[in-house]
């Protein structure tokens, strides 16, 4: 697979067309997306205003690609600390890792309600959230801020009121047409033309 870094550079070049480069954007976040593929697609395309004619802003794409590039940084520089105390530990026979790995990953069920602010600031929060036991408040907001039964299409989830993110699934039966809506809205992410009714990514820190 093609690195992070090369499709980071191919976002950047002008000379490329603007779908091709908003491809690359897309092929970045295969390789890392905090909040998971979808909604860290919409938060992107939110914070950074990448427009449905992307010839209309050019440099919304570098935007959101930086915004990215800056929380895997600060993602990988941690993760190069925990492999090296790690090694330590396991030389000196400890099985328990302490501190846990740095977490990469939160789920938000709802690509249209996840958590506002920008990536790099949130950064150090995801990577202490803990996703390996249930969760009595929201891993992110490290507070009970109540909760929100949402679905991804497939399941029912419980979500953070404030801030979209999973805290477990739910049992029950999607009601009939609910993959299909899911679907249809996703399609108006992808495509960049849902922009109400979502907690807006752009709350504190977006572009200006």
Partial sequence: MTSFATHRLRVHDTARPAHRRLSALRT???QFAPYGFRATYDHLCRSAGVPVR???DPGALVWAVEELHAAREIWRAEQAAWEARRRVQKGEGRRTTDPPQPTRLLSCPDPEFHPAGPLPALMPRIMRARTDRPAVSCPLCEA????VERHDGHGFHRTCARCGVSLGPLPGRLPAGAATEREARWRAVWNRTAR??????TTDGARP
């Fill in 196 to 201: 109400d009714g979502a907690q807006s990514a």
């Fill in 144 to 147: 009970d801020h109540g909760t």
């Fill in 28 to 30: 970045c976040l295969t």
């Fill in 54 to 56: 992307l010839e209309e």
